[in-house]
């Protein structure tokens, strides 16, 4: 089956932890994204990678990191510089552009710091 | 990127059709409106998107203004697995960003 794979599903770290959460696609896109969710809120854009070995900031990149070494993987490192990290932290990848485009989720992380 | 505003929910029966409307007035005519949906605690699915002309798939109907400052998407008989939010995106011809609002709540009463 072909998709997007985030782990782990909950994650629990203290405060002052860098922790790195995984994202693998293995549906051959070239385009990647994180976004950020808090409750009752909609998505926010933390990066993206059009391309291997490339990436740009999104809207709430302050506190984030990523690396694109491989088409299949976009991890996200939140640093301890991230003032409020605790969050839902949603993986994407995209397919198209023009009048094709869709852009499919992970599951995502839901990430407690305290 | 062209806002869209949409109703905070909005409530349905089982079994009968809903529309969910979406305001878009500084849209751009090179400007694509998406529709995805979020179950809760799960990722956003893709549900349909339009330029111009109304569009049906398996999932929904997106009925599109003549001028194109509105859109709506019809779910043609709700059921209770369609309880989400649904947002409305504005992207452009060649975006490869999408941009998500607070979306509607939709609540399905059984």
């Known amino acids: 089956d072909g998709g997007i794979t985030q782990s782990p599903k909950y994650l629990f770290r203290k405060e002052g932890q860098n922790v790195t959460l995984s994202c693998e696609q293995n549906?051959?896109?070239?385009?990647m994204y994180w976004y950020r969710q808090d409750p009752g809120q909609g998505l926010r854009l933390i990066y993206y990678?059009?391309?291997?070995?490339?990436?740009q900031k999104g809207d709430i990149a302050e506190g984030y990191s990523v690396s694109r070494e491989k088409k299949e993987s976009f991890p996200l490192t939140v640093t301890s510089a991230q003032k409020n990290p605790t969050a839902f932290y949603l993986c994407?990848?995209?397919?198209?552009?023009?009048?094709?485009?869709?852009?499919?989720f992970g599951p995502g992380t839901r990430l407690t710091v305290t | 990127d062209a806002k869209t505003t949409q109703p905070n929910s909005m409530e349905s029966n089982e079994e009968e059709p809903v529309h969910l409307p979406c305001n878009h007035s500084?849209?751009?005519?090179?400007?694509?409106i998406h529709w995805y949906r979020q179950l809760p605690s799960q990722g956003p699915e893709y549900v349909i998107h339009?330029?111009?002309s109304n569009v049906n798939n398996r999932m929904a109907s997106l009925a599109i203004a003549e001028d194109r400052k509105s859109s709506t998407l019809i779910l043609h008989r709700a059921t209770l697995r369609d309880a989400a939010v649904y947002y409305c995106?504005?992207?452009?011809?060649?975006?490869?960003?999408?941009?998500f609002g607070a979306g509607t709540i939709l609540r399905v009463k059984s």
């Open positions: 339009g330029l111009t």
């Open positions: 549906l051959n896109h070239d385009a």
């Open positions: 995106i504005l992207r452009h011809e060649y975006g490869n960003k999408l941009v």
């Open positions: 500084t849209i751009s005519g090179t400007d694509y």
């Open positions: 994407a990848s995209s397919v198209g552009t023009g009048k094709i485009y869709e852009q499919y």
């Open positions: 990678s059009q391309i291997v070995n490339d990436f």
